[in-house]
């Protein structure tokens, strides 16, 4: 199969469908790789690097959608990237489609087989595409938010840490979750005071066991959480329900009360928000500040920390895309029960019932759509 990596253009995102490393393992099972030209300039990999592992460097985009079979890459494909995909190509990405009608429109229009990383399953059905990336979030999430509390970025002018003989900020954390737990390292890594909020209780005993009394677990009741977020200095939002729309646990009613120069953090913003104010924002313009609380909600959040996040990425999406390459997307996905989840559009159809759900289309089960309409598409 031919391959190709295009090099990522939504704002400030510098990391790369495939590494060097992944692109030997790919040549090395006997396929072509095409690269856009300074695709992994942002994670320190050059044109040089990806001709070594076996690569053909291409000048443009098009080029790359033109030559290849699938399409590897990061983030959702913009729209000057959907307006070159066909009905043969395989794409193979992060989709977050059940808050973005416009493009779920352009995907069904392209009549192209549409695998999303983020709701790929395993065998305890866990999300384990996205778990590298979540766990990049969470962590930075803490990060941005210690930024956002400073005085100059119109938060309150609080130390996340405190210092000796001045309290720390208060960090609450809704849900606990993959997110939810990396950003509760890096804040009592940083010597906040932390509170999770979730309605899983198994989950709260897997935290408090974990992280002893440095953590506050709390049952996310209504009452619970309104009474933590006003309290708070910083909140994060780290709550998923795979491949649907995030629900929105913080009213604009409730962030108008919250205190004076506080931050919010939505990590959900790629699947809308947890927070009823959010709204996305990028890492040239991270923040904007409604009723005196500054809101951090940048859509790529990983894509600060390129390096990192895409060798990550690959380490867990590069045995789905060498099964997808050498089998064809209808084999690989019919032969993996937990695969199979991963596709949302194929041959005009939508095969994710959370993204029909939420956008209003008929929901195909991706089994039918394989093996009738979108056969000839996944070969």
Not at 16 to 21: E, H, K, M, R
Not at 210 to 217: D, H, I, R
């Amino acid at each position: 199969m031919r391959i190709g990596v295009p090099k990522e253009i939504k704002n400030h995102e510098y990391r790369v469908g495939l590494t060097p490393d992944s692109v030997l393992e790919m040549t090395a099972h006997g396929h072509e790789v095409v690269v856009e030209t300074k695709a992994g300039v942002g994670i320190g990999a050059s044109d040089a690097d990806y001709e070594a592992a076996g690569a053909k460097i291409l000048s443009t985009a098009k080029e790359v959608f033109d030559a290849a079979q699938m399409i590897v890459k990061v983030k959702e494909p913009q729209a000057g990237e959907r307006a070159m995909l066909r009905p043969d190509h395989i794409l193979f990405t992060y989709l977050h489609l059940a808050p973005d009608a416009e493009q779920t429109a352009d995907l069904v229009k392209s009549g192209a087989t549409c695998i999303a990383y983020e709701t790929v399953t395993d065998a305890r059905g866990r999300l384990p595409l996205l778990v590298p990336m979540s766990q990049v979030a969470g962590r930075l999430s803490v990060i941005a938010g210690a930024k956002a509390l400073e005085k100059a970025h119109g938060g309150s002018g609080t130390l996340i840490g405190g210092v000796p003989g001045v309290e720390p900020a208060k960090v609450v954390v809704i849900g606990g979750g993959v997110v939810g737990a990396h950003a509760i390292t890096m804040a009592i890594g940083l010597g906040a005071d932390v509170t999770v909020l979730d309605r899983n209780t198994a989950v709260l005993g897997e935290l408090a066991l974990s992280f002893g009394p440095a953590l506050k677990t709390v049952y996310s009741s209504r009452a619970a959480l309104e009474s933590q977020v006003l309290e708070a200095d910083l909140v994060v939002g780290a709550v998923l329900v795979a491949g649907a729309a995030a629900p929105k646990l913080v009213s604009k009613d409730l962030v108008s009360r919250m205190k004076p120069g506080s931050v919010l953090v939505d990590v959900a913003i790629d699947q809308g928000g947890c927070f009823e104010t959010s709204r996305a924002t990028t890492h040239s313009d991270p923040t904007y500040i409604i009723d005196d609380v500054v809101h951090y909600c940048v859509a790529n959040m990983p894509g600060a920390v390129p390096k990192t996040s895409t060798y990550a990425l690959n380490n867990a999406t590069l045995p789905f895309a060498l099964a997808l390459a050498d089998k064809g997307a209808k084999q690989a996905l019919l032969d993996d029960p937990h695969f199979l989840p991963g596709l949302n559009v194929i041959g005009g159809q939508v095969t994710c019932e959370a993204v029909a759900t939420a956008l209003g289309y008929d929901y195909v089960d991706p089994k039918v759509a394989l093996e009738q309409g979108g056969a000839s598409q996944a070969a």
